[in-house]
C-alpha cells in the first residue's frame, strides 16, 4: 500500500486512541442511565440533546466546519481562520441566548437554559477541536479528547448518583465537560494560533468561509429532522416511554458508527490533501472497498448478537429494543457509506448538493414514518423500517450524484448482493420468530460476507503488520 494508506492508518491510529475512550464511554454509560433514569426520563433526555443538536449548527452557521477545511489549506492564515471562526461563534451564542431571553419572558419552558448552555458549550468545542484537527495537533486532539471522557464520567456519576438531578444532571454533565474542553484548548493550543484578532479578519476570507459553511446549514438541519423524524412521531403516538425504548435501541447501532466515526476523522484529511491529484479515483476506490468489506462484516456480526448485547447494555427493562436493532444496523450501515461519499462534497468546497441528498432521506423518513406509525399504527418498528428506507435512499442517491465529481469503480453485483442479503438478515432476525432459521441464516450471513471479502481482511491484516514492523525498527 502506498505513503498517503500510511499516513491515513496512522491518522486513524492517532484518532481511534483520542476517541475510543469517549465512545466507549457513550456506550458504557447506556446501561448506567438506562438504571439511572426511567425510560420517560431517558426519553426526555434524548429529545433535549436531539434539539442540541438542531440548535448548534443554525447558531453557529456551522462555522467550525469552515475552519476546519480552510485551517488546513496553506493559501490561509490559520490566525486569521481561526479568528473568524471565534467572531460567528461568539455573535451566534449572543443572538441564541436572546431568543431564549424572549421566550422565557413569554412562556417559560422547562430546561430551556440548559439547552442554550449545552448547545453554545457544543459548537464552541467543535470550534476548537476542528482548528485543533485542521492545524495537526493530533497529540492535543487525543489528549483532549481523554479529558472529555474522564470529566463526562465525573459529572455524570456526580449529577445522577451523587444528586439525584435525572434530566438537568444529564444535560449539566455534557455541558460542562465541553466547557472543561474549551478551555483546556484553548490554553494549550499555543500562541502561534490562539492570537484572537479582528485585524487579522478580512472581509474576502469570511465570505469564503460563510460560503462554504452555510449552505452545510440547511444540510445540518435536514440530518435533524430525519433523526428526529422518528423519535416525534413515537412520541406523539406512542408516548414518551416507547420513544426511551426506541432511544435506547439506538445506542446499539452506536457500536458500528463509533468505529466509522474515528475513521472518518482520519479520512476527511486524507480526502482534502488528496482531492487534487490525478489518481483521486483510485485512492477514493480503494478506500471504499476496505470500508465496505469492515463496515458490512462488523453489521452483520452485531445483527447475529444483538440480542445478548441488548440484555447487557440496557436492562431488562429494555430488553425489547433488540427487535428496532437489526434494523437500525442495516440502516447505520447505509449511512456509513453516504457519509464516506460526502467527504467528496467537503473536498471539492461544493456543499450545496449535499443538502440536495440530505432532502431525500428526510422526505422518505417523514412519509415512512408517518405511514407506518401515525396511519397503521406498527409502533416503533414502523421508524426502524422508515430509518433504514431514508438512509438506503440517502445512499444510493449519492452514489449517482457524486459520481459526477469522482468516479469510484464499485463492484456492483457483489455490493448489491452483500446488501440484499445483509437486508434480509436483519428482516429474518426482526421478524421470524424461530430461533432454528434465525441463528443459521445469520450466522451464514455473516460467513459468506468474510469469504466475500477475504483478501481484503488478509490485505487490511499485511498493512497493519508491516506498520508495526516499521514502528518497531524505527523504534
Not at 461519499?341 to 412519509?367: D, E, F, H, Q, R
Not at 487490511?460 to 525498527?473: D, M, N, P, R, T
Amino acid at each position: 500500500m502506498s505513503s498517503r494508506n500510511e499516513n491515513l492508518a496512522k491518522n486513524t491510529l492517532l484518532f481511534a486512541i483520542g476517541n475510543l475512550g469517549s465512545k466507549l464511554l457513550q456506550v458504557i454509560l447506556v446501561p448506567y442511565y438506562t438504571r439511572c433514569m426511567t425510560d420517560a426520563q431517558f426519553g426526555t433526555a434524548d429529545l433535549l440533546t436531539s434539539i442540541v443538536t438542531l440548535l448548534m449548527p443554525i447558531f453557529s452557521l456551522t462555522i467550525y466546519e469552515a475552519v476546519f477545511r480552510y485551517a488546513m489549506e496553506k493559501d490561509y492564515d490559520k490566525q486569521a481562520v481561526f479568528s473568524s471562526g471565534i467572531v460567528v461563534s461568539v455573535i451566534g451564542a449572543a443572538v441564541l441566548c436572546l431568543g431564549a431571553g424572549v421566550v422565557s419572558l413569554i412562556h417559560p419552558v422547562e430546561y430551556i437554559w440548559l439547552v442554550v448552555a449545552y448547545s453554545v458549550a457544543g459548537f464552541m468545542r467543535s470550534l476548537f477541536s476542528q482548528f485543533t484537527r485542521a492545524v495537526d495537533k493530533t497529540f492535543l486532539f487525543t489528549i483532549d479528547n481523554v479529558l472529555l471522557t474522564f470529566f463526562v464520567f465525573v459529572f455524570n456519576i456526580t449529577f445522577l448518583s451523587g444528586l439525584k438531578l435525572g434530566v438537568t444532571g444529564y444535560m449539566l454533565g455534557y455541558t460542562l465537560a465541553n466547557v472543561v474542553s474549551c478551555v483546556f484548548l484553548f490554553i494549550f493550543l499555543g500562541k502561534q494560533y490562539r492570537r484572537f484578532s479582528t485585524k487579522n479578519i478580512t472581509s474576502k476570507l469570511m465570505k469564503e468561509m460563510l460560503m462554504f459553511a452555510i449552505p452545510l446549514i440547511p444540510n445540518s438541519i435536514c440530518w435533524w429532522i430525519s433523526s428526529f423524524i422518528d423519535r416525534l412521531v413515537i412520541t406523539s403516538v406512542e408516548g414518551e416511554a416507547a420513544n426511551g425504548i426506541y432511544a435506547a435501541a439506538h445506542k446499539i447501532p452506536s457500536l458500528l458508527t463509533m468505529v466509522v466515526t474515528i475513521f472518518f476523522q482520519a479520512w476527511q484529511i486524507s480526502a482534502n490533501q488528496e482531492f487534487a491529484k490525478k489518481d483521486i479515483t483510485d485512492f477514493y476506490t480503494e478506500i471504499h472497498s476496505f470500508l465496505f468489506s469492515t463496515v458490512t462484516l462488523i453489521s452483520s456480526v452485531l445483527i447475529l448478537l444483538c440480542k445478548p448485547i441488548t440484555s447487557v447494555f440496557l436492562g431488562k427493562d429494555f430488553y425489547s429494543a433488540w427487535e428496532l436493532i437489526p434494523l437500525m444496523l442495516f440502516g447505520m450501515t447505509c449511512f456509513s457509506f453516504a457519509m464516506f461519499l460526502g467527504s467528496i462534497y467537503s473536498a471539492n468546497k461544493k456543499t450545496t448538493m449535499a443538502l440536495v441528498t440530505n432532502l431525500v432521506a428526510v422526505v422518505i423518513s417523514l412519509s415512512v414514518n408517518i405511514l407506518l406509525v401515525a396511519y397503521f399504527k406498527t409502533g416503533v418498528i414502523g421508524s426502524a423500517i422508515a430509518l433504514c428506507c431514508s438512509y438506503l435512499a440517502f445512499w444510493i442517491t449519492r452514489v449517482f450524484d457524486t459520481a459526477r465529481i469522482v468516479k469510484i469503480h464499485y463492484p456492483t453485483v457483489k455490493v448489491i448482493f452483500v446488501m440484499v442479503t445483509l437486508l434480509a438478515d436483519a428482516l429474518i432476525y426482526t421478524f421470524v420468530d424461530n430461533a432454528v432459521i434465525v441463528y443459521p441464516f445469520a450466522v451464514c450471513t455473516t460467513i459468506i460476507i468474510a469469504v466475500l471479502f477475504w483478501k481484503d481482511y488478509i490485505s487490511l491484516v499485511k498493512f497493519g503488520l508491516s506498520l508495526i514492523k516499521k514502528f518497531v525498527k524505527r523504534s
